[in-house]
């Protein structure tokens, strides 16, 4: 029997609908009338700790971050999170724009619109600006909207956005500078204490001071990492052409990895220069807002690694339309940033290579924690995102007013 001609269009549309009528009816059921009907945010100011420092910054003063809610006419809530590590005016501008910016065009909103939600946020905030912290903002609210469609699912967002591994592997981002530490003694015990956690590769600053100091860190870093682990160097935004390229050259013998945002993220031309000088990976990206940024990086061949940070990338549904273009560009993607909002993403992106992180040992952070199985992690299985916060963190740090 020749099944091309048993399968009439009748017998088809027979066959089909049924199953599309059940999709529909399901579908009808699990969203229909969903609607956002209230956003609750709280401010969070964490203490002082012990200062560490890259290439231009100086950590561990006050940080902050905003904890975001949508509410909706079922039990569902969306949770995002935003945080920084170093500045305390941050959050509370975001929560102003979420609060006075945002808030109106989400109201009343189906939830599971993110690209039409994205829309009328842009509609809302293009005419005082859609970059900076407007773009932080709206990243909360679309990890909020993901969060709550994969509640609805009853599925890990990964799945939802079309999974492509269950497990990621993850590198510690450990290799800091320190106040006193000519010796590299806390240096080097940063990265003893990754290597005991776990991870198989880690990643260190350089370029504050000369290139010898470089050289004496990586050495002392593939010292202790061995010939198996990789090491990846950071200099964030710190170099001009001149000096990016005679430092990456001496990075590149010494057989790093990548290398990372060696200078400001609008040198674009110079990246695409640098990217065909060197044969190490050039990899950037955590200081560049929405899709058409990295399409102009990508243009020009300024990047081997794309690095959104999901803060600055616009949330889930702009950082995916970004893993897809670094994906035609033939472009390898990592992440600025860990935990459950950077995972979801990576886990269905196909040229994914690594998330960045810190230590999971300690995350008093999050309800559903990450762990960590043969230097990768197993993906999260919790439905949603996996942004919910703990409420002893939250009680914790949060601002009264
Ligand atoms: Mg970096």
């Known amino acids: 029997m020749n099944r091309r001609n048993f399968l009439t269009s009748s017998t088809v549309a027979a066959i089909a609908f049924p199953i599309a009528s059940q999709l529909q009816t399901l579908s009808a059921q699990v969203t ?24 231009i910054h100086r950590f561990g003063s006050e940080g902050g971050g905003v904890v975001l809610r949508l509410k909706t006419n ?25 609060q006075n910016l945002l808030k109106p065009a989400l109201i009343g909103q189906d939830p599971t619109m993110s690209k039409r939600l994205r829309h009328e946020m842009w509609r809302a905030a293009e005419y005082s600006g859609t970059s900076g912290l407007v773009t932080c903002a709206m990243a909360a609210v679309d990890m909020a909207l993901w969060d709550i469609v994969g509640k609805v699912a009853k599925m890990p967002v990964y799945r939802l956005l079309g999974g492509y591994r269950s497990s990621l592997p993850t590198y510690d981002m450990c290799g800091w500078y320190y106040d006193n530490d000519d010796d590299l003694s806390q240096f080097q015990k940063q990265i003893q204490g990754a290597l005991e956690e776990g991870f198989h590769a880690v990643k260190i600053k350089v370029g504050r001071y000369t290139l010898d100091d470089d050289v004496k860190r990586i050495k002392a870093a593939q010292a202790l990492l061995g010939k198996d682990r990789r090491l990846m160097v950071d200099a964030n935004q710190k170099f001009n052409f001149t000096d990016a390229l005679a430092r990456g050259r001496v990075y590149q013998e010494l057989g790093c990895f990548w290398y990372e945002e060696p200078m400001m993220p609008h040198a674009k031309k110079e990246y695409g220069a ?20 990295f399409l102009e990086q990508l243009r020009i061949g300024g990047a081997d690694v794309v690095q959104p940070d999901n803060r600055r990338a616009g949330g889930v549904t702009e950082w995916m339309e970004i893993g897809a273009i670094a994906d035609a560009f033939n472009v390898e993607l990592a992440s600025h940033g860990g935990a459950p909002t ?24 999050h309800v559903e924690t990450l762990r960590l199985v043969n230097g990768e992690i197993p993906a999260p299985e919790d439905p949603g995102m996996g942004n919910e916060l703990r409420r002893d963190f939250i009680d914790k740090y949060k601002v009264r007013s």
Do not use: C, Q
């Open 74 to 98: 079922s039990n569902i809530t969306g949770w995002g999170y935003i945080s920084f590590g170093a500045e305390i005016g941050g959050p509370g501008i975001v929560e102003g724009i979420l």
């Open 342 to 365: 950077n995972m979801h993403m990576l886990l269905a992106m196909p040229n994914a290579i690594y998330m960045e992180s810190g230590s999971l040992k300690s995350d008093t952070t």
């Open 274 to 293: 640098l990217a065909a000088e060197l044969d190490i990976r050039i990899a950037t990206g955590e200081n560049l807002y929405g899709k058409y940024e």
């Open 32 to 55: 229909e009338g969903l609607k956002i009907t209230s956003m609750e945010t709280e401010l969070l100011r964490m203490p002082p700790g012990k200062p560490f420092l890259d290439a």
